[in-house]
């Protein structure tokens, strides 16, 4: 690890300021990911601004079902908040899902957010790799790729992202709130913070230098709304998912499907909106054929490769027990 600056910033403006005039300046949350990339020469900035001790640490749940998380909140203490596990046990599934109990109490909300991809060869300084050296090559799409993507990827990149918590927020229609390097303000809805590789890989987000992550808001769920978070991986802890789903389910006095929300993981660059699966399932009833035929043509834009073409199976069958498995806590209800 080279030498680098570090400061503890004292609120946002200070933080945004130190990061915007300096382009090796980076933020550091919980540092799960980012002192891990420090660690193995993947990172290499030469001004740390610490803003995991700001005053974005509470979680704040309001009358009408809605919540504001602040970018600081641990992901600990964020899967335990007895408000997120009651309006919102997807996200407090998906949260313990992810890495240990030990970094879940380092982890921010932003951190998890902004956390980078697990494919060995962006990790490996020592091969090529587009997102860390544009032009240099896809080692992975004729090597090591059977946990990586299979979704919105290119000739340039197929790594997957890492983040259980944020396909819960996707499903969730989160919403990120942003502070400008210049003091502005934005949202962004956290289905639109990434952006997938085509031919920038290096670019992941839509987040220009300085931008800084304060807070994620969630809408409220819609009445009655069933969820959950389903993970498959290779081994029961401390492993990423090689397809995880996130769902919600509500349905009508006909047992149709009034309102669906179907978000995966392990699968594509960032988390993934099954958006035509959606579609083709609201207003329908959910039995097996109708479930299986909307995760086929979720599926249907899939391009797997050779060691990873099992996910595309896997994917669908999650798809359909997920769906399958809430209707049914709906019908006991």
Known sequence: ?????????????????????????????????????MKLGVAGPGLVVDVSRLDHDRVEHRDDGSALIGAAVRNGELAGDPGVRRRFPLLSQALLAGASGQLRTVATVAGNLMQRTRCGYFQDVTKPCN??????????IEGAHRELAILGTSEHCVAGHPSD????LVALDAVARLRSADGGARTVPVEELYVLPGDTPERETVLEHGDLITAVELPAPPPGAAMAYRKVRDRRSYAFALVSVGAAVSLDESGRLADVRIALGG??????????????????????????EAARAELAAARPLPDNAFKVDLTIDLIVAAIRDLVARKDRA
Do not use: H, I, Q
Not at 12 to 32: F, H, I, N, S
Not at 131 to 140: E, T, V, Y
Not at 165 to 168: L, N, Q
């Open 1 to 37: 690890m080279r030498e680098f600056a570090y400061v503890r910033a004292a609120d946002a403006d200070e933080a945004a300021a130190l990061v915007a005039d300096r382009p090796d300046a980076v933020y550091l949350g919980g540092g799960t990911n980012l002192v891990d990339l």
């Open 131 to 140: 997102k860390r050296r544009p032009g240099s090559g896809c080692p992975a």
């Open 165 to 168: 918590m944020a396909v819960a």
């Open 267 to 292: 699968v594509a660059p960032r988390p993934w909106r099954a958006r035509t699966a959606e579609e083709l399932l609201r207003g329908r009833r959910p039995d097996e054929a109708t479930l299986r």
